[in-house]
């Protein structure tokens, strides 16, 4: 990561964490616990098994995560 500020779970958040949960088809990660403001813009959302990613945006309003 890169040293984001943490922010709280909010619908906002919850709509990054759906649109990432509606492309697989078993989910393994669980709940999401941590949300960070990335300084690059960027959203990091980390899961209850410690795993994370980075999501964005796109100019069209698609979700997209690394």
């Given at each position: 990561m890169?040293?984001?500020v943490?922010?709280?779970i909010t619908?906002?958040?919850m709509r990054y964490v759906k649109a990432h949960l509606a492309t697989v088809?078993?989910?393994i990660h669980g709940k999401p616990v941590k949300?960070?403001?990335e300084k690059?813009?960027?959203?990091?959302?980390?899961?209850?098994?410690?795993?994370?990613?980075?999501y964005?945006?796109?100019e069209d309003g698609e979700v997209v995560w690394e």
């Open positions: 890169n040293a984001g943490e922010i709280p619908e906002e958040i088809k078993t989910w949300a960070y403001q690059d813009g960027r959203i990091s959302i980390t899961y209850e098994d410690h795993c994370w990613w980075f964005r945006k796109t």
